[in-house]
């Protein structure tokens, strides 16, 4: 006999899940055809293709997808019970959709705080439609590529770059050898233009250009063969310049 009891218990289940997933509402503005402006009603939000605003026994079904805009601010047309203060403002939910025949409709709801921001949620959730809470524009945020993964280079690679970018020494070597020879290439050439030079200029002497010193006007050839008085310097020391001048 526990058959009922489940069967009582699942229903009762189900209709939590269903009145925690509704809400109530007032509707107080729109063209939707059939209900009358200032009518409570049930926001159904159970499913996940469209949302249904009942009344009565009318049904309107919003599909998500159909929805273009949504709004949610402060009721000031709402007048707070008597004998109530301090008393939060509801809020009134726009939602603009288009309809099968392609017509643009719109439903005001009244709600409280709590069951707007909910609303306008679950709109967001389902679809790209442009919403709003308390005047702020909430669009979903276009979702961006991840950005292109690099791989780092691995051990090899580095090495392989490194060895491309230092220099070869033996071809530094090489060069500056060669750069070595071209520069004494040059500077004896020089030198020799340079003699040249001289050669035609009355004014330079050829010991000056070819660096040797000038000859005594006394000096005798001899003097480079022979121990003579003229080179008497060179080959006398201090004894044999005592002998001679003993002598």
Partial sequence: ???????????????????????????????????????????????????????????????????????????TTAVAAPGKKNVKPPQA?????????????????QMNKDAAAKVIATIHKHTPAETTLGGVKATPVPTEPAPEQVQPPTEKQSAAAQADQKPSKKADSKQAKADKKAQEKADKLAKNEKKQEDLHNPNVSVNDI????????????????????????????PSSGATAAAQ
């Fill in 93 to 109: 939910v726009t939602v603009e959709f288009q309809s099968v025949q392609g017509d643009t409709r719109s439903m005001t709801l």
């Fill in 210 to 237: 070819f660096g040797k010193q000038p000859a005594k006007d006394n000096a005798w050839w001899g003097d480079n063969v022979w121990k003579t008085e003229g080179n008497l310097p060179k080959w006398q020391t």
């Fill in 1 to 75: 006999m526990r058959t009922p009891s489940l069967i009582a218990g699942t229903v009762l289940i189900s209709g939590l899940a269903l009145a925690g997933q509704s809400e109530s509402v007032v509707y107080t503005d729109g063209n939707l055809t059939g209900i009358a402006t200032h009518t409570k009603a049930v926001l159904d939000l159970s499913q996940d293709k469209a949302m249904k605003l009942r009344v009565g026994r009318t049904d309107v079904s919003v599909p998500y997808s159909s929805i273009t805009k949504s709004d949610a601010a402060a009721d």
